[in-house]
């Protein structure tokens, strides 16, 4: 069956970096992509990003460019998002997601990882 | 950037009752790529609908999703005890970011 296991939770100070990994499981990783969404505490839900795991190719959102990488292994099949310049606003949950193509950012999430908290505090 | 419109906010109902979820869109959702989930404290979201009216594998058929454009309605006929949860809309088909509403409470009357 599909998993995507996450890595454990972060704490981190203000200005600092996470990087944050998501292994899959159960399915073939390259013809799949992998979303990235966060939940602030008792906060809804927000898109940040994809990456393709055929190619490494990826679609960031605005609000993240240029603070966010995405970056991929197929030998492990995992995902990694490094999120650079901390605030205590990012302190969230993050989530990956697969996604039904390996080729467009716009297709479905399907299966969802168990989620990171990382806790941003000085 | 699509904003993505929820109500109610909150809605108070008894196991057994019917359930209707609003999500009203900006502007016109492209090819109606609009999905619900569900999700409960402390867990994951569980994909519902996508395409706005297709079932995500085993889901139970009291769950259904209709809409197109920029109105979406997700129904939940015979409220069962595990259905009390947030429900969130996403659109996933227009130019990035995908977005979601801030969510429906469905809670125990």
């Known amino acids: 069956q599909v998993q995507m296991v996450q890595s454990g939770a972060e704490v981190k100070k203000p200005g600092a970096s996470v990087k944050v990994s998501c292994k899959a499981s159960?399915?073939?990783?390259?013809?799949?992509?992998i979303s990235w969404v966060r939940q602030a505490p008792g906060q809804g839900l927000e898109w940040m990003g994809w990456?393709?795991?055929?190619?490494?190719?990826?679609n960031y959102a605005q609000k993240f460019q240029g603070r966010v990488t995405m970056t991929r292994d197929t030998s492990t099949s995992t995902a990694y998002m490094e999120l650079r310049s901390l605030g205590s606003d990012d302190t969230a949950v993050y989530y990956c997601?697969?996604?039904?193509?390996?080729?467009?950012?716009?297709?479905?999430?399907?299966?969802w990882g168990q989620g990171t908290l990382v806790t941003v505090s000085s | 950037e699509i904003v993505l419109t929820q109500s109610p906010g909150t809605l108070s109902l008894s196991p057994g009752e019917r359930a209707t979820l609003s999500c009203r869109a900006s502007?016109?959702?492209?090819?109606?790529?609009l999905a619900w989930y569900q999700q409960k404290p402390g867990q994951t979201p569980r994909l519902l609908i996508y395409?706005?009216?297709s079932r995500a594998t085993g889901i139970p058929d009291r769950f259904s999703g209709s809409g197109s454009g920029t109105d979406f309605t997700l129904t939940i006929t015979g409220l069962e005890p595990e259905d009390f949860a947030v429900y969130y809309c996403?659109?996933?088909?227009?130019?990035?970011?995908?977005?979601f509403g801030q969510g429906t409470k469905v809670e125990i009357k």
């Open positions: 997601a697969r996604v039904e193509s390996p080729y467009n950012w716009n297709s479905l999430e399907d299966y």
């Open positions: 159960g399915y073939i990783f390259r013809t799949y992509g």
């Open positions: 395409g706005a009216s």
């Open positions: 996403q659109q996933y088909g227009s130019s990035p970011p995908k977005t």
């Open positions: 990456i393709s795991g055929y190619n490494g190719n990826t």
């Open positions: 502007q016109s959702v492209s090819s109606n790529y």
